[in-house]
């Protein structure tokens, strides 16, 4: 049967496709109360039972993080206040550790995991998983593109337009190589309305888990 999330992601998504043509305080602040009610309240008892279910997939407890709906403009030029989105995550407070995160909008549906926030020596232990793991590690995305449809996601800061020395241009994970972050997200399981939105996160992750237990390993 389906659990009452269904109901959370169908409100949010046509609240959230309003907001996104009325993104000004004027609209948003008479819809407060209904935000926090029917969005905000429901998506973080969503995170605190997938906070669950998570640490019994991997063995390991994760904190949950409900992403602000207000955003940072001080440094962007869109200066709109508002996200239109519902972005939830799941870590473990080491910089380092892979990260599961769950998104949904109205123009997608999809949970994920990866390295967020790579720089200085961290970014030169990833290079160098690439490089001698980078076999393994693709081998384990192909496998959940397979079972998941799975890809990369363009979540994180942007590639470098070259590889980085030492390493060859020509290096058989050279995409990889230029990556500052690695995250990789699937469609939420197919048939989700009907077995409900917990069941199919937790189809989802089971799928994603072999890369995350490659990356964790390392990593953490």
Same mark, same amino acid.
């Given at each position: 049967?389906?659990?009452?999330?269904?109901?959370?992601?169908?409100?949010?998504?046509?609240?959230?496709?309003?907001?996104?043509?009325?993104?000004?305080?004027?609209?948003?602040?008479?819809?407060?109360?209904?935000?926090?009610?029917?969005?905000?309240?429901?998506?973080?008892?969503?995170?605190?039972?997938?906070?669950?279910?998570?640490?019994?997939?991997?063995?390991?407890?994760?904190?949950?993080?409900?992403?602000?709906?207000? =955003?940072?403009?001080?440094? *962007?030029?869109?200066? %709109?206040?508002?996200? @239109?989105?519902?972005?939830?995550?799941? /870590?473990? $407070? !080491?910089?380092?550790?892979?990260?599961?995160?769950?998104?949904?909008?109205?123009?997608?549906?999809?949970?994920?995991?990866?390295?967020?926030?790579?720089?200085?020596?961290?970014?030169?232990?990833? =290079?160098?998983?690439?490089? *001698?793991?980078?076999? %393994?590690?693709?081998? @384990?995305?192909?496998?959940?593109?397979? /079972?998941? $449809? !799975?890809?990369?996601?363009?979540?994180?800061?942007?590639?470098?337009?070259?590889?980085?020395?030492?390493?060859?241009?020509?290096?058989?994970?050279?995409?990889?190589?230029?990556?500052?972050?690695?995250?990789?997200?699937?469609?939420?399981?197919?048939?989700?309305?009907?077995?409900?939105?917990?069941?199919?996160?937790? /189809?989802?992750?089971?799928?994603?888990?072999?890369?995350?237990?490659?990356?964790?390993?390392?990593?953490?």
């Amino acid at each position: 049967m389906p659990d009452g999330f269904v109901e959370l992601i169908d409100t949010s998504n046509a609240f959230f496709a309003d907001l996104a043509q009325n993104n000004t305080r004027s609209w948003f602040e008479p819809r407060k109360a209904q935000y926090i009610a029917e969005i905000r309240k429901p998506a973080e008892l969503l995170g605190e039972i997938l906070a669950e279910d998570i640490a019994h997939l991997t063995g390991k407890p994760h904190d949950p993080k409900l992403f602000r709906i207000y =955003r940072d403009v001080r440094f *962007s030029k869109d200066k %709109t206040p508002y996200n @239109a989105h519902l972005h939830l995550m799941w /870590s473990r $407070g !080491a910089a380092t550790a892979p990260v599961w995160f769950f998104g949904s909008a109205p123009d997608y549906l999809t949970v994920g995991m990866g390295l967020v926030g790579l720089q200085g020596p961290a970014l030169a232990r990833f =290079r160098t998983f690439i490089d *001698s793991r980078g076999d %393994t590690l693709k081998a @384990a995305m192909g496998g959940a593109a397979q /079972s998941a $449809g !799975a890809a990369i996601s363009d979540w994180g800061p942007a590639p470098l337009k070259n590889v980085p020395k030492p390493y060859d241009p020509d290096h058989p994970h050279a995409d990889l190589l230029k990556r500052k972050a690695l995250a990789i997200s699937a469609p939420l399981a197919a048939g989700w309305r009907e077995t409900g939105v917990v069941p199919a996160v937790q /189809s989802t992750l089971k799928a994603l888990f072999p890369v995350w237990r490659l990356i964790d390993a390392e990593f953490s």
